[in-house]
């Protein structure tokens, strides 16, 4: 519909060029406000067409936002945000993102030159002079720090806030800024990559039902005490991977924390460390506390590989979480070159490098 009405309105334009005067004027104004009209009360959901600006999106927080043209300097607030606009290929509109970035091996990986860029601060700590100061086309923010969104569209900046806490939501998150961005048609390329992964994985582990899943306990960076519930975006890469959450009864909305007492209760068949964790595999193994968990005495503890990214957090490439853990608790059904080959695939298509797959954690570790 929109392509048919450009190619009339195109044609018009060119038969009234020849009239002149009022009549081209009239043909232009009318093809503008065509192409306004066509570009209003836009979701976040993005289409593979080309954004037509003026454009109104809905952020993930419920606010309608007006984006005037199309950005051409950006500032992301968001380790997550930022990973998501390189993947975008929006590397070289950035002009400031969040703090820590030299900690993020994905930037130093992928795009190096974002490292440098100005920090605009955390979500405990947000420089809202110091982002106003870059007087960036768009912000994208965390939901977290929407308290500073009217200070900032009160000096004129366009803001929109990014909310990627489930599966449902990431994907939100992608078309959103792929419309907001003109990538809308990347946009959808990452999100079929998610697909095309998904697909073989449920596949291959589609034999196992709940009853038979092995119970995973995925514990948080800073302490082995400190658990992923149900309404974390972490349990769905356990789901994904055909696992049970040992935490399933846990209400919290954020990492919960527990007493050695209620581990032992659990008593899971794996105990998964965070990809950022601050403590070790080995720590969790010799464990005095531990030795009666049945993970310990297997040996089955790992770690979420990190030297590249955090895949158990909800990046775009988390689905690469889900295929590493389905390698580790059914690797009779679902053998580690599949996740190694998706790997190499994903980061050479939407980062530009290929990964070492055969060091997947950083030096630290």
Known sequence: MKRTLAMILSATMILLAGCGGAGNQTATSSATTAAETSSENVSGEASA???????????????????????????????????????????DKLVGIEAKAKSRSIY????????????VGTAKEFDLEGCAA???????????LKDVIPSLEELGLTVIAVNPEDKALLEEAVNLLGTA????????????FHDKQLTPLTEALSGIDAASAPTVYLASNSSLLAVAGPAMYQNSLIGQAAGANAAAEITDDYWADISYEQLLAWDPDYIILAADAE???????????????????????YQFPNAIE??????????????????????????????KQATAEYYETFYGFTPDLENLYSAAE
């Open 181 to 192: 961005t003109n990538t809308a048609e990347r946009a959808e390329e990452l999100l079929a």
């Open 310 to 339: 955090s895949w158990d957090s909800p990046v775009p490439s988390s689905i690469l979480g889900s295929m590493w853990l389905a390698s580790v608790i059914h690797p009779d059904k679902y053998p580690a070159d599949s996740w």
């Open 108 to 119: 130093r990986l992928s795009a190096p030159e974002v490292i440098d860029l100005p920090s």
């Open 134 to 144: 870059l007087e960036p086309d768009l912000i994208v923010l965390p939901a977290k």
């Open 279 to 301: 403590y070790t595999v080995d720590s969790v193994l010799q464990d005095e506390n531990l030795k009666g968990l049945k993970a310990v005495a297997n040996g089955n503890v």
């Open 49 to 91: 067409a080309i954004v037509t600006y003026p454009i109104t999106v809905t952020d993930q927080i419920g606010r309608e936002v007006v984006i005037d043209r199309e950005p051409e300097t950006l500032v992301s607030g968001y380790y997550i945000s930022t990973s998501l606009l390189i993947a975008l290929g929006l590397e």
